[in-house]
């Protein structure tokens, strides 16, 4: 029986179609991993995948037992994918990532670093290795993200992050909000950095999103968001007799 005592870390990683990376992802993580000497779980959650993903995250959990595998019965999409790790994870902290390779797992220590003096803690690519399209529509993606709801998020669309377990607990997720995680945090009081990290370029199979769900469905969400932060709940109780 899988041991599901508590652990330093768990690391939250959707799939979708990503057969031809999952193997060396799973190398690269425990490479990283090796140094930080703390406790891990690596939490895959494949999120309807037609191909062979499962089939190679299955035979790599029966190898290896820090790993867990969650699926989805259809394609859920990735907010849900998160919710399902978060809330399957035993870490005291959870790091998140994409299964394609562009976050490098060599920069998780980076961002462990930091959690403590902040909890959430946000990688930037600041060189990114896209298309220029893709580039382009983030880049403007961030800004107006950043300029609706009042953010200094250089780069929202990272998927490589750190969180204090306690930042997530509480989190009530919809459709989509994952773009929003740090801001989400900042509304419940939990502080917020970032730090500069590695993008690698696409190696194998193809990219989920596009111009219209990048920029036209997370302008929706955005304005979910900023509705959001409007209508928070803010509040010092003074004092309290019996």
């Excluded at 990503?18 to 406790?39: C, F, I, Q, Y």
């Excluded at 990532?97 to 797992?105: E, G, T």
């Excluded at 509480?170 to 801001?183: Q, S, V």
Aim: charged letters at 30%; glycine letters at 4%.
């Amino acid at each position: 029986m899988r041991n599901m005592s508590k652990r330093d870390i768990s690391i939250v990683i959707p799939v979708y179609n990503e057969e031809d990376n999952l193997k060396p992802l799973v190398t690269e993580l425990r490479e990283a991993l090796h140094g930080v000497n703390k406790s891990y779980e690596i939490i895959f959650v494949d999120d309807g995948s037609w191909d062979r993903s499962f089939a190679i995250l299955k035979e790599a959990a029966s190898q290896d037992p820090q790993i867990r595998v969650i699926r989805f019965r259809k394609n859920t999409g990735q907010t849900a994918a998160f919710d399902a790790g978060f809330r399957a994870s035993q870490g005291d902290i959870v790091v998140t990532m994409d299964a394609d390779l562009q976050n490098d797992p060599h920069d998780i220590p980076h961002l462990l670093e930091k959690i403590g003096e902040f909890d959430v803690v946000c990688g930037w690519r600041h060189k990114r290795r896209d298309p220029w399209i893709k580039i382009v529509s983030s880049k403007i993606a961030n800004f107006v993200r950043n300029k609706l709801s009042d953010e200094e998020i250089v780069d929202t669309g990272c998927s490589l992050k750190a969180f204090r377990s306690e930042c997530l607990q509480d989190m009530k997720l919809f459709n989509g909000m994952h773009r929003f995680l740090p801001t989400l945090a900042k509304m419940e009081g939990f502080t917020v950095t970032q730090v500069k990290v590695n993008h690698r370029p696409r190696k194998f199979g193809t990219t989920k999103y596009n111009v219209t769900n990048r920029m036209v469905r997370a302008f929706a969400d955005l304005l979910a968001v900023r509705w959001m932060k409007k209508r928070n709940l803010k509040y010092e109780i003074e004092e309290t007799i019996r």
